[in-house]
């Protein structure tokens, strides 16, 4: 990542050392995604599997236990 988002980071979540980490790993995410083109809309936003992935990610850093919960449904639906 670049050093000035990673000094924007630091400077918007000051205070919250625990949390840069995690907007961190978040922001790369989405530029992977965003670099991908079959993740893209025609207007160059997220496509909805794309935003999926990304819910499910943010979920992932900022509560592990969320995701696991949010995993397990799916599981449940799919088997419906």
Not at 37 to 59: F, M, S, V
């Amino acid at each position: 990542m670049a050093e000035e988002h990673e000094d924007l980071i630091a400077t918007v979540l000051e205070g919250h050392p625990e949390l840069v980490e995690a907007a961190r790993r978040i922001f790369e995410y989405t530029a992977f995604l965003l670099d991908d083109d079959e993740k893209l809309t025609r207007g160059a936003a997220l496509n909805q599997a794309a935003r999926e992935l990304l819910r499910e990610r943010i979920l992932e850093v900022v509560d592990p236990a969320a995701a696991t919960v949010s995993e397990e449904r799916e599981g449940e639906e799919e088997a419906s």
